[in-house]
């Protein structure tokens, strides 16, 4: 039952901080946009880089991506919180109901995953050069992200088998 029940708050845990996250980016809007601005427009980058070509300037673009990364955010927490009660439901099921249950946790943390390692390890990092950013790079924290829920979401596919 304790893996059960390990499994259940780690989903909910991601669930809450994804949320945190994307409330954050609501509440304090004008912080990360900003950080979403300078990204995309590659403008804290060496004038010599030939990648400057993959700039996007357009204030119409920077916050659609940034209402894209915050509904993505919103989307994968609220899905880890459901999945989360979903496991909490069926906790004394059998392992079969049970590992049946874990489809929108596995979602969401899928979900939650991608954006980190698409949204910002690969578009935002190495199409918009962020690690050469001295002033918003952000790879590092994405980096936490994308290992906090990679680790619930490897924890959580683990078979789990009947109750004794």
């Known amino acids: 039952m304790i893996v059960r029940l390990s499994k259940t708050l780690l989903v909910a845990l991601v669930g809450l901080l994804l949320l945190l996250v994307g409330a954050n980016n609501i509440i304090d809007y004008q912080t990360n946009f900003e950080f979403v601005q300078h990204v995309m427009a590659i403008d804290t980058l060496s004038p010599s880089t030939s990648l400057a070509w993959r700039a996007v300037t357009s204030p119409a673009l920077h916050h659609a991506v940034y209402a894209l990364i915050i509904a993505v955010e919103i989307l994968s927490g609220a899905a880890c919180v459901a999945g989360s009660a979903r496991l909490w439901q069926v906790r004394d099921a059998s392992a079969d109901c049970f590992n049946a249950a874990k489809g929108v946790a596995v979602a969401g943390l899928t979900c939650g995953f991608a954006l980190f390692l698409f949204g910002f390890l690969t578009i935002a990092a190495e199409w918009f050069q962020m690690w050469q950013s001295k002033e918003w790079n ?14 619930v979401l490897l924890f959580l596919n683990q078979r789990d088998d009947d109750l004794e």
């Open 138 to 151: 952000a790879q590092a924290p994405a980096f936490r992200f994308l290992a906090a829920i990679g680790l």
